[in-house]
């Protein structure tokens, strides 16, 4: 007895859609995106930030019609789960640089 395959081919359409979209959004951001790089100093001062939140408006910075606001991150945290134990150390450092213009 023959097997109908009539019903799949609108489950096999959708399929292939999905399929061909997400090929195609990572062909676009692979696209438009750039390699980044490691830098050691940001590596070095990722190291020696301390856990917690602090923002911070320095006043040499501040000349004029232009202000800047830092802030960093850091939460390092160990998750054991039976026997496997993970580390998580997140770093976020950002720097908010308004000018008038």
Request: positive net charge; without cysteine; aromatic residues 4%.
């Amino acid at each position: 007895m023959p097997l109908p395959l009539a019903p799949l081919l609108p489950l096999a359409m959708r399929l292939g859609l999905v399929t061909a979209a997400g090929y195609a959004v990572k062909r676009y951001v692979a696209a438009r995106s750039f390699p980044g790089r490691t830098d050691q100093r940001v590596e070095d001062a990722f190291d020696d930030l301390g856990e917690g939140i602090a923002v911070h408006r320095p006043a040499d910075r501040a000349a004029g019609d232009q202000r800047q606001t830092n802030t960093a991150a850091r939460l390092v945290r160990v998750i054991r789960i039976g026997s496997r134990r993970i580390e998580i150390d997140a770093a976020v450092m950002t720097r908010l640089r308004i000018r008038k213009g």
